[in-house]
């Protein structure tokens, strides 16, 4: 059971996945670099109902240095767009920090009862999203360096979200 703020329409978690990607150019070529990974890698975006076990939202195949998670968000017919036009939000980490389409945990070191119990409730549904994405990178494709294109990366990432979908059904 989650207790959700009564004035939010929250539908979806959202969340982005660091993928190891062969980059061909020593140095790395920094538009590619992940700090997560620390090395060259290309991001996705997945979205997560906070209703149903379904992954509703794949967006991404893009290089992780040049792409952090909210620009992924904001790109012409992505995420943000498709939430203001539902008039909808969607609950994210701090990485989307900026967004009023977007729901992030306060930061602040004190917080009344209020907001402490507002930020256990993001966080409640960030771990169940987290629990996908742990689920998507039993993949070894998507945890391994990828040695193909770009597009071929991208099918394969589809290929395993449709899967891990499957799976939690």
């Known amino acids: 059971y989650v207790d959700a703020p009564r004035d939010r329409k929250i539908l979806v978690t959202v969340d982005g996945i660091d993928c190891p990607f062969h980059e061909p150019c ?4 920094p538009a590619y670099l992940s700090h997560k990974l620390k090395r060259a890698g290309l991001r996705y975006e997945v979205g997560v109902s906070i209703y149903s076990p379904r992954i509703c939202w794949v967006a991404g195949g893009v290089p992780c240095g040049a792409n952090p998670d909210l620009r992924i968000a904001r790109k012409e017919e992505g995420l943000i767009d498709r939430l203001v ?3 909808e939000q969607a609950a994210a980490d701090n990485g989307y920090d900026g967004e009023e389409s977007l729901v992030t945990p306060i930061r602040d070191s004190e917080l009344s009862d ?3 119990r507002y930020n256990r409730w993001i966080r409640r549904l960030l771990a169940r999203h987290e629990n996908v994405n742990k689920r998507l990178k039993d993949f070894q494709i998507l945890t391994t360096i ?3 294109s770009k597009n071929y990366h991208n099918t ?3 290929a395993c979200a449709v899967l891990t979908q499957l799976s939690m059904q």
């Open 26 to 29: 020593r140095p790395v070529d």
């Open 114 to 116: 209020v907001e402490k």
């Open 85 to 87: 036009q539902n008039e």
């Open 156 to 158: 394969c990432f589809m």
């Open 146 to 148: 990828f040695r193909h």
